[in-house]
């Protein structure tokens, strides 16, 4: 990390015996998408800029679907940190993870090592996995946020596969029925992703398997799914997943899991072994951390609440971005908590810390609505501008590949995607149908060196 000729700042914020000057240190919570764009907005600035994460590698979490469905291989959508900021002479990084802040002392206290002071702090933490009370949903459920569920889930569908394979007599008992709940893009993609997966790769894989019996089962609670999207977006959407095979079960709700079935609100269950929930998030742990020990004000979904500059009120040093922030647009209205909302608001994080170190006022956030867009299948995808047009089917599906291949994190990641999308859509093939068992609650991953990570 570049420092000043006048002074060295140490970790824990102690000014060296060099001078009484130093260069404000912005330190960043987190590697995700409002992390990694507030570090590169500060490129160049004449800050010290520290990231601080538990793992050390930018994960492109839209895609982590397809490492779940044997899709892409985890090192497609990871970029260590260190390599992305190799060329940005002002950022250092550090492998903790943050346990709390105090804003008076201006500190952020980690597991690993001694508080670390900043001068100013983005707090672009994430989100975790709202269960929304559900019994058992946590204990049973596979959650999608990070990339050991998506490597754990992988291997528990295609073990589910061979223990079928074993004794078909377990297939009566639903170890072939795969549930998700939550009909949001998410919910979506994942029930596609298996569908294909099944159908296309699996089929051949088991050819002693009846795969006329495998289910995959989208449940919703809603009376439609996509929601955000236009009728004919949501409609379509449905008649596509049914097209190629998913149970889509819409004003349906959950009100238990067991190790074996899904119970819903009607009185009815499910046998399962797999219940995959994508049915919403709230604010990562630290917020309620900081509610607790700062007195900071939450909001839906556990969301720290900010001003219109992204800042904590009465910390103007603080600045929380991406789907831990609850950053509201004039009408008050919470600002979605997707991937542009986070990239745009770690921009304009990074813009206004700039600002007051200059001594300049800061400017308000507003959102640059890009448009949405998901892919439910093979040439079958929603797409929807900010002025309503929407387009569906394979133009969407075109569109959805060039955008996500583009905002992946490293050009070498970029190619290798690509290319395995090219490979898979021509030999019908997915390459990393791996059972690697890993940790819970950890993103440690120890994959063979099968793909290309730059």
């Known amino acids: 990390m570049a420092t000043s000729a006048t002074a060295i700042r140490s970790t824990d914020g102690q000014l060296s015996a060099e001078g009484l000057v130093h260069r404000p240190r912005i330190v960043v919570i987190g590697s995700g998408h409002a992390g990694l764009e507030a570090c590169k907005a500060l490129s160049g600035e004449d800050v010290d800029v520290l990231m601080v994460d538990r793992n050390n590698y930018h994960k492109f979490q839209p895609l982590l679907y397809q490492v779940a469905t044997s899709g892409l291989q985890t090192g497609h959508i990871c970029m260590p940190v260190r390599h992305i900021f ?66 754990e889930l992988r291997a528990h569908v295609l073990r589910c596969f061979e223990e079928a394979n074993r004794n078909p007599a377990l297939i009566e008992g639903g170890v072939l029925n795969f549930v998700i709940v939550g009909g949001g893009p998410t919910g979506v993609e994942m029930a596609g992703g298996l569908r294909e997966l099944f159908d296309q790769v699996l089929r051949k894989d088991f050819p002693g398997l009846d795969l006329n019996r495998v289910r995959v089962i989208l449940l919703e609670r809603a009376d439609a799914l996509m929601l955000p999207y236009k009728a004919d977006l949501q409609v379509y959407t449905k008649d596509a997943l049914e097209h190629i095979g998913v149970d889509v079960r819409l004003e349906t709700a959950v009100t238990e899991v067991t190790p074996t079935e899904v119970r819903l609100a009607d009185g009815t269950a499910i046998l399962t072994q797999t219940l995959i929930w994508a049915a919403g998030v709230r604010a990562n742990p630290l917020a309620d951390v900081l509610s607790e020990t700062e007195g900071i004000e939450q909001t839906r979904g556990g969301r720290l609440v900010t001003d219109e500059y992204l800042r904590l009120p009465m910390h103007p040093n603080v600045f929380v971005a991406g789907d831990i922030a609850g950053a509201a647009d004039p009408q008050g209205v919470l600002y979605p908590q997707v991937a542009q909302v986070a990239i745009q608001q770690g921009i304009q994080a990074a813009g206004n810390a700039i600002r007051a170190h200059r001594g300049l006022g800061p400017e308000a956030f507003v959102y640059n609505d890009l448009g949405m867009m998901a892919t439910i299948g093979r040439n079958r995808a929603i797409l929807e501008l900010p002025n309503g047009t929407g387009m569906k089917g394979f133009v969407a599906w075109c569109a959805w590949v060039f955008v996500h291949v583009v905002k992946l994190a490293g050009f070498r990641n970029q190619v290798a995607v690509f290319f395995s999308w090219v490979y898979s859509y ?21 994959e063979p060196a099968l793909s290309v990570t730059g």
């Open 426 to 446: 021509i030999t019908w093939d997915r390459t990393p149908r791996l059972i690697i068992d890993v940790e819970p609650e950890t993103d440690e991953i120890q």
């Open 86 to 151: 190799q060329q940005q002479d002002n950022f250092d990084f550090r492998l903790a993870t943050v346990l709390g802040v105090d804003l008076e002392a201006q500190l952020v206290h980690v597991e690993e090592g001694p508080p670390i002071h900043y001068d100013s702090l983005i707090i672009g933490a994430g989100a975790s996995v709202a269960y929304y009370g559900v019994e058992g949903a946590e204990e049973h459920g596979f959650p999608l946020k990070n990339v050991a569920d998506a490597v």
